[in-house]
């Protein structure tokens, strides 16, 4: 148990649809990251969070929408996305930024 | 051209046996990070290092700066070692940014 979790851990999702990620990490953490896995291709940041203010986004498209409500808590909001935005989608939070990543167990997302 | 490369891309291994993955970067960094991913994709943080050497249990990793590279070290390697090893490297810019390698997967028979 890493002490961060993810949900759902499967999504299967139409073009139009309209879903959200969710991450908590009970650790204390004050940093926050969501990922993306694709096939064949190495981890690649999208989002950084720092006390709940968002500190880098890695030219992800608008189809992809985070927010941080609270140190606890990341979402990504997603809308019209892509066949080729399936892939295993990653949160991971640290203490301040500079220390160890602690990883959740990602959401599988297929997009038809 | 990915700033981070791992060697070999897929390792097979007899239990028992010495196990090398290499981990090379082409830029400065602060600190570099193996990663152990198991089949369904949870990721567990092996080793964050900066220099030097380190060791837990039958996992050892070691770094040289001059030379930009890394190494994890798997003794008596084990079925349950079966995963992907990854190497990722802060470039100490942008807080808590990651630069990933492709991975190795590494299959141990029994």
């Known amino acids: 148990e890493t002490g961060v979790t993810q949900t759902p851990r499967h999504l299967v999702m139409g073009m139009t649809n309209k879903k959200s990620l969710k991450c908590e990490q009970h650790l204390g953490h004050n940093a926050m990251y969501w990922y993306k896995q694709s096939a064949k291709k190495p981890l690649e940041l999208m989002f950084v969070?720092?006390?709940?203010?968002?500190?880098e986004n890695n030219s992800v498209p608008s189809r992809f929408s985070p927010e941080c409500p609270n140190s606890s808590h990341l979402f990504l909001h997603l809308h019209t996305l892509q066949p080729e935005d399936s892939a295993l989608y990653l949160c991971?939070?640290?203490?301040?930024?500079?220390?160890?990543?602690?990883f959740g167990p990602g959401t599988r997302l297929l997009v038809l | 051209k990915n700033e981070v490369e791992q060697s070999p891309q897929n390792l097979t291994a007899q239990e028992g046996e010495f196990i090398t993955i290499n981990c090379s970067y082409s830029v400065g960094i602060s600190a570099l990070h193996w990663l152990q991913q198991h089949p369904g994709g949870g990721i567990v943080s092996l080793f964050m290092?900066?220099?030097g050497k380190k060791k837990h249990g039958r996992l050892i990793a070691t770094i040289n700066i001059q030379e930009k590279h890394s190494s994890l070290h798997i003794t008596a390697s084990h079925p349950r070692d079966s995963a992907v090893y990854i190497c990722a490297v802060n470039r100490g810019s942008t807080l808590g940014r990651l630069y990933f390698g492709r991975g190795t997967q590494l299959t141990v028979w029994p």
């Open positions: 991971a939070s640290s203490p301040t930024g500079r220390e160890t990543q602690y």
């Open positions: 290092l900066s220099s």
């Open positions: 969070y720092s006390l709940e203010e968002r500190v």
